[in-house]
């Protein structure tokens, strides 16, 4: 049975994406720890990080900091956090999200109510940040 993220990869369930190739997506979480808290998932369903291919994971860690510099010169936190997890969705996928505080990491404080405007804002300014820092893969 295909994972709650490969049905989003494949269309089945819409997403708010903001950054797409060959081998793995970037889009919003829907119940986020601070505007701008994104995932990035390989397209390949795995479901612990250590079983990714070492290929995979350096382009999954490549995104990830493409989008936590995107994230840095957007919402200028004082630093940007990532996490892997994948205890909730068993499909490898990392955190990145700006952060002031430590407990800006604590997934007890996720907005379970987020506004679909704010998710969308959120999106647009990601995407036109990643876009300003040259990358191509950026979605629409």
Known sequence: MATVFSRIINGELPARFVWQDERCVAFLS???????????????EVDHWLDLPSPEMQHLTHVSHSVGRAIQ?????????????????PHVHVHVVPIWEPHDLDFGNADHAARAEDLDDAARRLRAALRRHGHSETAD
Do not use: M
Not at 32 to 44: D, E, I, M, N
């Open 73 to 89: 010169d957007e919402w200028q936190p004082v630093k940007v956090g990532t996490t892997i997890l994948g205890l909730e969705v």
């Open 30 to 44: 829907v119940a986020p720890l601070k505007p701008g808290h994104t995932l990035v998932v390989p397209r390949a």
